[in-house]
């Protein structure tokens, strides 16, 4: 049996030579990094908003963003609920969004007028020079700039990027701070041609602006995007090894994410209806197809968690309903909500905190198993069991009590023998007797056992079954054996007076389920 906590190297591939840690450059600390990143961003953010101030206006500034800033909420909301199973933190979502929306419009407006100008110039032909602006240069520049944000949370935070919905929520979010940033630009500059021409209501150039940008297409900009995000969901599923996949699937999200932006952008000069036929015979259909994608590995990833979490909760780390609780999206919300009913909004964070911790255990595992783990998987697997111990008191019992509440019903058939106390036959046999097809038995209560006892573990304790997973060494399972060599049971829990064990004095003693 392996130790509860193996003891971690004091330092990453052993001692320095002197004995001494050395201490890491002054731009190797997180807090120069942040303060960059943030300057930059800041900047950024600024030199775009004179940009586009200058270019619609201060009141059709104004305009245009009181009215790019409606499907915002619901957008980042989309992408929120499709995280839910392991959410990331939202500094890598806030960074995603100040990406899009700073940095990647600052190049992207910047590069389009300069390759725009240097075309007509070279070629003396402006119209022809703003269509392969739109349809070459403009697709290449902004997927580029977008992807860049990509590049960074699977580079820098890798922890946080482990499967396509990763690489689908960061890019989602992107291209909406993107989108928000050019729909700002758009709109202003539509509220500028009605304020000269006159033009107000439903025949105005603002609303005819509002109704293909906003309302029909807000997913635009997502939807090209997630194809990259999609490129490194996927390049992240790869192990450390193979190099030339990790690049070359990116890249091909990449192109594929600069193709459908070019014919999205060409659609215009298909003739009358040529925006139309693309929107119906590509757009919509992409729509779906990703969406079906995204919900199918979210759906997978909730059965990862069933699979994975047993072979902890047989080593004595988790209850037995845990993994059950843990793999259904509407038991974490009941635990949730049952904890902040009788605990306080503090209680329901704590619980959310744990599904997250054991979703990432469990993620953890299973890419130990198929070998994709990395050098620090006994650190993390520990780091992970530590965060588990620490909310355990309070997150098993609401787990438990959702459990029992989405557990599907079981069928019950009456056997056809008659049953002592059901079916109108009288009271059960008396003490040291028990029955089987109606005979009484002289072996005493319970086929022998004593009186309230029934054959298993000991008290407290549950007998482990092994998975035969060789691939993986953990510090709770053993190396290379499985659970099945003996579990590791936890510390024991104190409860209340007349409370199962676990189960706090605030918490209710749980009912039977019916």
Same mark, same amino acid.
């Given at each position: ?422 079916? =109108?036959? %009288? +009271?059960?046999? @008396?003490?040291? /007797?028990?029955?089987?097809? &109606?005979? #009484? ?5 319970? !086929? ?35 659970? =099945?060599? %003996? +579990?590791?049971? @936890?510390?024991? /829990?104190?409860?209340?007076? &007349?409370? #199962? ?5 605030? !918490? ?7």
């Amino acid at each position: 049996m392996s130790p509860q906590f193996p003891p971690c190297p004091p330092h990453p591939g052993g001692p320095p030579e002197d004995g001494v840690l050395r201490h890491a450059h002054w731009w190797q600390h997180r807090w120069v990094r942040y303060g960059a990143l943030i300057t930059l961003l800041a900047l950024s953010g600024l030199v775009i908003l004179a940009l586009v101030r200058e270019q619609t206006g201060t009141q059709g500034f104004l305009v245009g963003l009181g009215l790019a800033v409606l499907p915002v909420p619901l957008l980042v909301a989309a992408f929120r609920w499709l995280d839910r199973v392991e959410p990331g933190p939202w500094r890598n979502l806030v960074f995603a969004f100040a990406w899009g929306a700073c940095a990647a419009a600052l190049i992207a407006i910047i590069a389009n007028s300069f390759a725009t100008r240097w075309i007509a110039t070279a070629t003396a032909d402006p119209s022809g020079a703003d269509t392969l602006g739109a349809t070459v240069i403009a697709p290449v520049v902004e997927e580029s700039a977008k992807a860049a944000a990509v590049l960074l949370v699977f580079l820098f935070r890798r922890r946080d990027f482990t499967g396509i919905v990763d690489g689908v929520v960061i890019a989602g979010v992107t291209a909406t701070g993107f989108a928000f940033t050019e729909n700002i630009l758009y709109l202003g500059t539509a509220f500028g041609t009605d304020q000269l021409t006159g033009d107000t209501g439903i025949a105005s150039v603002t609303a005819a602006t509002f109704f293909v940008r906003v309302i029909m297409s807000p997913f635009a900009h997502p939807l090209f995007t997630v194809l990259t995000g999609i490129g490194f969901g996927v390049a992240a599923l790869f192990g450390d090894r193979q190099h030339l996949r990790r690049v070359l699937v990116p890249l091909c999200g990449l192109l594929l994410a600069m193709g459908m932006h070019a014919l999205w952008n060409g659609s215009s000069s298909f003739g009358e209806f040529g925006f139309f036929a693309v929107y119906a015979a590509f757009m919509v259909p992409a729509f779906g197809l990703l969406t079906w994608l995204v919900v199918w590995t979210r759906q997978r990833e909730l059965r990862t968690v069933r699979e994975e979490l047993p072979a902890y909760a047989a080593a004595g780390w988790l209850a037995p309903a845990e993994p059950y609780a843990l793999g259904s999206m509407r038991a974490r919300r009941l635990a949730r909500e049952y904890a902040g009913r009788h605990l306080g909004k503090p209680a329901a964070r704590e619980v959310a905190r744990y599904e997250a911790y054991a979703t990432s255990l469990a993620f953890l595992r299973h890419r130990g198993r198929k070998g994709r783990a990395g050098a620090d998987f006994l650190v993390r697997e520990r780091e992970l069991l530590n965060e588990l111990l620490r909310r355990r008191d309070v997150a098993r019992p609401a787990l438990d009590h959702a459990a029992r509440m989405t557990a599907p019903p079981v069928r019950v058939t009456a056997p056809p023998w008659p049953v002592y106390g059901a079916y =109108g036959h %009288g +009271p059960g046999p @008396a003490h040291g /007797q028990s029955h089987l097809a &109606g005979f #009484p038995h002289p072996a005493g209560p319970a !086929y022998g056992n004593p009186a309230g006892q029934s054959y298993g573990a000991p008290a407290g304790q549950s007998y482990g079954y092994g998975y035969g997973y060789p691939a993986v060494h953990s510090p709770v399972l053993g190396p290379g054996t499985g659970p =099945g060599t %003996g +579990p590791v049971h @936890a510390p024991a /829990q104190g409860s209340a007076p &007349g409370h #199962p064990v676990g189960y706090p004095a605030q !918490y209710p003693a749980p009912r039977p389920h019916q």
